[in-house]
């Protein structure tokens, strides 16, 4: 046995796949069985020995491999394999010949079956209904890591190779991939459908598709056909999509300078899928929330995300698979570049939604994340293909996107676009690393990109830059922010923008060392507004770090938010660190509260949104801290956001713009949670108009979440109505948006005893696994019976969601929104004997936050003025 476990040990527990051959060509064919849900597949791949071995290392994984079906066959001579063996936990099969491969190329032919799973990764199955029928379809989702579930292959990004797919399926279905139909070949009722051979890529991005679908189409003006796939009855929900992205492709060919490389591009929605969506080459798939756009009943909310998420796919069709990363550690240059380059793209279709102002949401979410301890650098070292499951993260998509802009606006929009292309073109069908891109912007820009850019991607966390003025001389310093509130080590390069009393009056400069002051003598002689003008600092919220004022220029800014003098980016980004260092306890909550007070006459789409999320937060922490104060609180939001709600009313107008179409229905979601009488009667009498009449007018799609959650503050065990009809309009509709828009309101009610029956209805197979997550951010007064309910449930959902990213959700979740020390020990040890290597990371960040809201609780017990604060803006007449 101990000869046995030495076996292949050369092989076994690496992060990488030894380099002595290398793939370059695959001749895959596959025939999925949808009834028994298996499959079986032949792959014949060309590989190139470059040195000399015995062995052939691929990945492989939950495959059976047909011993007596490999062979190698090169310089016309065939060569039997002695022996195979699969090592299901390295993912490997290593094939052993009897003497060494001769140098140079060869094919190697293997035979292998497999099961079409139910876990919405590698090979699996999705269902669905068609005239009434259950029915199957087959889809592939291999990034991070799991074409090796489908077949064997090099499943790492830098192993790029041409793909030529055959598919044996029944006849009456659509089968894809990524690239176009060359023939098909009938056989009784099943068909073989041969596919070009695709250009040079990586295995991840190879996908197959076989189903029933409609399709709409369109071609670009060089002509590459577009398809937008879907259910069959859904064609028409694919127009905007489908427009969006021939757009798109012509926007990004003059952007990047290099055309889109592929003849066709399919664009498909995936009933179950557990991205949002995936850039496979030539066949994007996507969540059916995320593609299709129904105008009746879709929110102008969905619309949006389906324009951002398709131009963020579109994106990577570029920079991604044209020019790949060379191992997992670079993921971010993918995913933060497509993130950022898809809000260029929006903005240019759609420049009335303002969308980069809205771009600073994706910021604040990397700021939370980056502002944890347990956050980790941009780039990761990736040791295990489990390990990466967990990157896919605000820090990689959102902290990436946000350093990138940071760049280009300190390098100009012009010299980056320029580079940009010189750098697609330059690694063009091959893979690149983080410092490529850095040296092509560097020798464009004649900056020191490499030297500032390290700074922010090989280190976690980010700074938060204290200002205060002296005489004329504006003193700054820097050092790590920690929501915790301790100080961190890091020390950043960091570009400081700053206008003083006006816009026209601006300067910047790179702060290198700990602290550093500016003489400001002739801008403060600039400045006519007064001898006190404001200052503010990080203009329009371009760069990734806070900012901390002294408290005269605190009350400048608040008095310039007061006289509308400032940018929507400066009046959010003030508010967002302000908020920030309320939590990491290094501002008062009380001053926190009056700075809310300022925003009253606030009309700003994405600064309202930001001051209903964080009066959210407040409320939550202040039912920990000083539940004597919480009906005063309710009451100052309440009165808070009533102008903006009357200013908006209920119906939504002729020509409004998109963004008060979007604010109406969080406004009065906000007024709803907070216990606003007029505004939960009003939405009980639309809902009750719309239960007997689906197409009313009353209750647009905007407005449905407001009325859905103002229904649920309604109900309890004794007044179950509105949850019964809730679920009635859930099971009744079959637009995806419509159910998880139903999912997020349920989990509002603040009953504990719906909310368990609630949790349960999520994991029955009403709800899609991938949907279970939209359900789990429940009220206050239900969060023990979440976390009791989890405990007794974690079996079942490690076995329903396995290694993938969704399981975190449920910790991060249920775990984050507490806020005693008790409680995290609790937690500990319930997970101690449950630890596993995707959920690791998630559940050090979550117990971090508990821990963080418990200092905050208790910073607030210690604030002497708050009741008087809070009574006083609570009843302030304005």
Not at 7 to 28: E, M, N, T, V, W
Not at 371 to 399: C, M, Q, T, W
């Amino acid at each position: 046995m101990a000869e046995q476990k030495l076996k292949h040990s050369q092989f076994r527990g690496q992060p990488r796949l030894p380099k002595f051959a290398i793939p370059k060509r695959y001749d895959l064919k596959l025939k999925p069985d949808l009834t028994a849900f298996k499959f079986a597949g032949a792959v014949q791949i060309s590989v190139d020995v470059v040195s000399d071995t015995k062995f052939l290392v691929l990945n492989a994984a939950e495959l059976s491999i047909k011993p007596n079906s490999i062979s190698f066959a090169s310089h016309n001579k065939v060569l039997e394999s002695v022996e195979i063996e699969l090592y299901e936990e390295d993912e490997i099969v290593v094939v052993e010949f009897k003497e060494s491969l001769p140098i140079g190329t060869g094919v190697l032919n293997m035979e292998f079956e497999g099961t079409l799973n139910d876990r919405m990764k590698g090979f699996y199955r999705s269902t669905y209904e068609h005239d009434g029928q259950k029915k199957t379809m087959a889809v592939t989702q291999f990034e991070p890591a799991d074409a090796r579930r489908c077949f064997p292959c090099w499943d790492e990004p830098a192993c790029k190779a041409t793909f030529k797919i055959t598919l044996e399926v029944p006849s009456e279905l659509v089968a894809l991939s990524n690239m176009p139909v060359i023939e098909e070949k009938l056989n009784g009722d099943l068909k073989t459908v041969y596919y070009q051979e695709s250009p040079i890529m990586s295995t991840y991005l190879v996908a197959v598709v076989v189903g029933l679908f409609d399709y709409v189409e369109d071609r670009t003006p060089d002509g590459i056909i577009v398809r937008v796939y879907c259910q069959v009855g859904k064609a028409g929900q694919g127009k905007f999509a489908l427009d969006v992205a021939v757009k798109t492709l012509g926007l990004y060919k003059e952007y990047f300078e290099v055309p889109y490389s592929l003849p066709k591009l399919d664009m498909i929605a995936i009933p179950d899928f557990a991205a949002g969506a995936m850039e496979n080459y030539g066949l994007v798939t996507y969540r059916e929330t995320a593609l299709l756009y129904d105008d009746k009943h879709s929110a102008a909310a969905n619309k949006q995300r389906v324009a951002v998420v398709v131009a963020h796919e579109l994106a990577h069709q570029w920079f991604g698979n044209l020019v790949t990363m060379e191992w997992w550690t670079h993921l971010w240059l993918n995913e933060g570049f497509a993130t950022w380059v898809s809000y260029l793209a929006v903005d240019s279709l759609f420049p009335d939604w303002k969308i980069w102002t809205q771009f600073l949401d994706e910021s604040t979410e990397g700021l939370r994340l980056d502002g944890l301890a347990e956050s980790h650098p941009i780039e990761v070292d990736i040791n295990h293909a489990g390990e990466i499951d967990e990157i896919f993260d605000a820090i990689s998509y959102r902290k990436g996107a946000s350093v990138i802009r940071m760049l280009q606006s300190y390098l100009g929009a012009e010299c980056f676009q320029r580079a940009l292309a010189s750098y697609i073109k330059r690694h063009a069908c091959s893979n690149a690393k983080t410092e490529d891109l850095w040296s092509v912007l560097q020798e464009e820009s004649g900056e020191p990109v490499n030297k500032l850019m390290n700074s922010w991607t090989k280190q976690k966390g980010y700074p938060v830059v204290s200002v205060q003025v002296k005489d004329q001389t504006l003193e700054f310093e820097q050092s790590q922010f920690l929501l915790s509130g301790s100080t961190g080590e890091g020390q950043w390069i960091v570009p400081i923008t700053l206008c003083i009393g006006s816009y026209d009056s601006r300067k910047s400069f790179l702060l290198q060392t700990k602290s550093d002051a500016l003489d400001v003598k002739e801008l403060l002689g600039a400045s006519v507004s007064s001898s006190h003008p404001w200052i503010k600092v990080n203009v329009d919220q371009t760069g990734f770090f806070r900012v901390k004022y002294d408290e005269d220029l605190s009350a400048r800014l608040r008095d310039a938010i007061e006289r509308k003098c400032l940018s929507v980016g400066d009046k959010y980004g003030i508010l967002d660190d302000y908020y920030s260092l309320s939590m990491a306890c290094q501002q008062s909550l009380t001053s926190l509260l009056a700075l809310m007070g300022a925003y009253r006459e606030e009309v700003e789409y994405t600064v309202l949104s930001n001051l209903i999320s964080i009066a959210y937060k407040v409320a939550r922490i202040v039912a920990d801290a000083a539940p004597e104060l919480l009906d005063n609180v309710k009451l100052l939001f309440i009165n808070l956001f009533q102008h903006s709600a009357e200013r908006l009313g209920w119906d939504p107008k002729q020509g409004e713009s998109h963004l008060d179409a979007m604010l109406r229905g969080e406004l009065l979601t906000a007024l709803a949670s907070f216990g606003h009488e007029m505004t939960i009667n009003e939405a009980s009498r639309r809902f009750r108009i719309f239960l007997d009449d689906r197409n009313t007018l009353v209750l647009p799609p905007d407005l449905r979440r407001a009325v859905y959650v103002a229904v649920m503050q309604n109900v309890n065990k004794s007044n179950r109505s509105g949850y019964e009809s809730l679920l009635r309009v859930y099971r009744e509709s079959d637009l995806s948006q419509e159910k998880t828009r139903i999912l997020g309101s349920l989990c509002s009610c603040r009953d504990p005893e719906i909310i368990h029956e609630f949790l349960n209805f999520l994991l029955s197979s009403e709800v899609r696994s991938q949907d279970a997550v939209f359900g789990l951010s429940v009220s206050r007064e239900a969060r023990e019976t979440a976390w009791n309910w989890l405990k007794v449930n974690w079996d079942q959902i490690c076995k329903t969601y396995g290694a993938g990213f969704l399981i975190t959700r449920f910790i991060s979740a249920i775990v984050s929104p507490f806020s005693s020390y008790e409680k995290a020990a609790e937690i500990e040890q319930f997970f101690a004997s449950r630890m596993k290597p995707y959920i690791a990371r998630t559940l050090k960040q979550s117990i971090e936050r508990l821990h963080i809201n418990a200092a905050w609780v208790k910073s607030i017990r210690n604030e002497k003025h708050l009741a008087d604060a809070v009574t006083e803006l609570a009843f302030r007449k304005y």
